[in-house]
């Protein structure tokens, strides 16, 4: 594992954004669900697509406060065009966990 300084971690804006809108995305290689998510007044709404379909439904997104790097530059997902990436960790099986906040804060909050 190689270490970074803390001025390269302060490179890394992550927010806290709220999903506003989740639809499935059939296209994907991988099974995956489109997210669109509010990260509040500076930075606005961004979508992102995430490979979260073994815990999550598109459905009981909605309202999720979720936490995603904001300063990516954006990536063609297939023919969806992702523009922040949401954090997640892995369960035993591999399945994708969203990281969030476990108290109510306000979207576009940045972790520090």
Do not use: C
């Amino acid at each position: 594992m190689d270490n970074i300084n803390f001025d390269d971690f302060l490179k890394v804006d992550v927010r806290v954004g709220r999903v506003i809108k989740a639809e499935a995305y059939p296209e994907a290689r991988v099974p995956a669900i489109k997210l669109w998510i509010d990260f509040g007044d500076e930075i606005g709404e961004k979508k992102t697509s995430a490979q979260i379909t073994a815990h999550y439904t598109p459905e009981a997104l909605i309202g999720k406060e979720v936490m995603a790097v904001v300063n990516f530059p954006p990536r063609q997902i297939g023919k969806f065009m992702s523009e922040v990436l949401v954090l997640g960790v892995p369960d035993p099986k591999g399945g994708v966990v969203l990281l969030s906040p476990d108290q109510d804060v306000p979207v576009g909050g940045r972790m520090h």
